[in-house]
């Protein structure tokens, strides 16, 4: 089992920034692909950004591509999500997710709030 918690979620306005982190327990943290998604009211939870074991690959969803970036510390065990430029379509819960294969990913944390004022 690996155990996820999200934070560093809050309120800010539109073009401001935030980070998010995740810190990651229970299993050796170094062995995981890590992502993150968010999921708006009313819509369904979408792909954010994933980073490979070994920081060595990240992907990015067109809709943050040039704003977000997804990083890690294996030392620390945190995967983070530094958000630059945000926009209100920003707005979600979002939530980090931790996996073995490829773009699957078995477990997920609790989720932190973004919120994006215009």
């Known amino acids: 089992q690996v155990q996820l918690v999200e934070s560093g979620g809050g309120l800010v306005q539109t073009g401001g920034s935030l980070r998010l982190s995740c810190a990651a327990s229970?299993?050796?943290?170094?062995?995981?692909?890590m992502g993150w998604f968010r999921q708006a009211p009313g819509k369904e939870r979408e792909f954010v950004a994933r980073?490979?074991?070994?920081?060595?690959?990240?992907y990015y969803a067109n809709s943050v591509k040039g704003r977000f970036t997804i990083s890690r510390d294996n030392a620390k065990n945190t995967v983070y999500l530094q958000m630059n430029s945000l926009k209100p379509e920003d707005t979600a819960v979002y939530y980090c997710?931790?996996?073995?294969?490829?773009?699957?990913?078995?477990?997920w944390g609790q989720g932190t709030q973004v919120t994006v004022s215009s």
């Open positions: 229970g299993r050796t943290f170094s062995n995981y692909n």
């Open positions: 997710a931790a996996g073995t294969i490829t773009f699957k990913y078995d477990y």
């Open positions: 980073i490979s074991r070994g920081a060595a690959t990240t």
